[in-house]
């Protein structure tokens, strides 16, 4: 049973195939002395009766063609005999009309986007309609506006140049809420604005001039240094591959050499005597590739216990030469010596060539793996 006491209609659906749904009069079911109650505690046949008794109190509409459009005419008319349903050009006005949500789905746009255009348009967009609990519905001409102003303002790109408050504060190297307090400072100096697409979002966009205005005023309050180029350690930590408390650490152990570090980061002339520093110190060495070892890995890596891995280096110090400098470890690289695949096989090599028996399973591609395994450092009899 749906009620529609604006419409003065009562209506028994049913919407399957060959089922009868049913359009009463309200005005006239009361008159008559029926309920809703009433009305649906009746079987069909005793519908039927009371239609035949009351023409134009009602009507039976079986499921059909053109049924929505159908129920629409008996919404503003019910028929006074048994006759067919007139349709006109207006049963189905409201059919093509869609609320905010609907047009979003049907544009790909989130609601908001919606209620962005419907604000925007208000004057272009004319009477809007509205459902029986007062919702705006849109007609197909009035959604084909809302889409144009939706590809024009909304949908549209950021133009080169233009960011975002993340991508200006990364650019200025200073938090989002800095530059933030920059565009509440400056307030209507700064000029319109717009929302323009980055990435998937669409935030507020700022021209380059717009940009220049927010670091001045960054400048000259205090919140960034006025010379360009500087770099925040933990960017230098990015950039060096080091963690920040290590660049940390080494800038304020090298403050004779580097200068005071201040808030606002590295200046250009310390960019370059930090990055010297960590280049002779090692710190900028490559990542040690697959199959390398430190002296503490070797020992798994061969097989052999560490006393005679030491003997071998030591004995083979001429003929495969030293370690390299690389970065190793996985999870906090640091700096450290690294055997190649071709020094531990030549380490391998004279351990064997000397009676040693591995210790262990080794776990590196050169490794020795007999059945049998001795004590460390014990040399085979």
């Not at 008159?31 to 649906?40: E, N, R, S, V």
């Not at 008794?53 to 509409?61: E, I, K, S, V």
């Not at 050499?257 to 590295?266: N, Q």
């Not at 710190?283 to 052999?304: C, F, M, N, R, S």
């Amino acid at each position: 049973m749906s009620p529609c006491p604006a419409l003065d209609r009562s209506v028994l659906v049913c919407d399957e195939e060959e089922n009868a749904t049913f359009v009463f009069d309200t005005q006239r079911l009361a008159g008559a002395g029926i309920d809703d109650d009433t009305l649906q505690g009746w079987t069909k046949d005793e519908i039927k009766n009371f239609l035949a008794d009351n023409p134009g109190a009602g009507y039976r509409l079986v499921h059909s063609e053109l049924f929505t459009e159908k129920i629409i005419s008996l919404l503003e008319a019910i028929p006074t005999r048994n006759e067919a349903v007139r349709i006109d050009a207006d049963s189905g006005k409201f059919l093509d009309h869609k609320r905010r949500y609907g047009i979003g789905k049907e544009f790909n746009v989130s609601e908001h986007a919606v209620r962005s255009a419907v604000s925007s348009l208000e004057n272009e967009l004319g009477d809007v309609e509205t459902d029986n609990r007062g919702r705006p519905l849109y007609s197909a001409d009035q959604r084909a506006i809302i889409h144009t102003w939706l590809k024009n303002e909304y949908q549209n790109n950021a133009k080169e140049g233009e960011r975002a408050v993340y991508g200006i504060a990364r650019n200025l190297s200073v938090g989002d809420s800095t530059v933030l307090e920059a565009i509440q400072g400056l307030g209507e100096e700064l000029g319109p604005v717009k929302r323009a697409k980055v990435g998937t979002n669409r935030p507020i966009v700022y021209t380059p001039a717009q940009q220049a205005s927010i670091r001045a005023w960054l400048v000259q309050n205090g919140k960034m240094a006025s010379d360009e180029g500087r770099l925040p350690l933990r960017e230098m930590a990015t950039l060096s591959g080091l963690s920040e408390p290590t660049i940390r650490t080494i800038a304020a152990n090298r403050a004779e050499e580097l200068g005071k570090v201040d808030r606002f980061g590295l200046t250009i002339p310390q960019q370059e005597a930090l990055l010297d520093i960590l280049d002779r110190e090692g710190y900028l060495a490559p990542k040690a590739p697959e199959g390398y070892a430190t002296d503490t890995q070797l020992p798994v890596q061969l097989g052999y216990s560490k006393s005679a891995i030491d003997k071998a280096v030591a004995a083979t110090k001429e003929q495969i030469g030293g370690p390299g400098n690389f970065m190793v470890g996985a999870k906090n690289p640091r700096r450290g010596k690294a055997y190649s695949p071709q020094q531990q096989e030549a380490l391998t090599t004279w351990l064997q060539a000397n009676g040693y028996s591995p210790t262990r399973r080794g776990l590196g591609a050169v490794a020795t793996n007999p059945d049998t395994v001795n004590m460390p450092g014990q040399k085979n009899e």
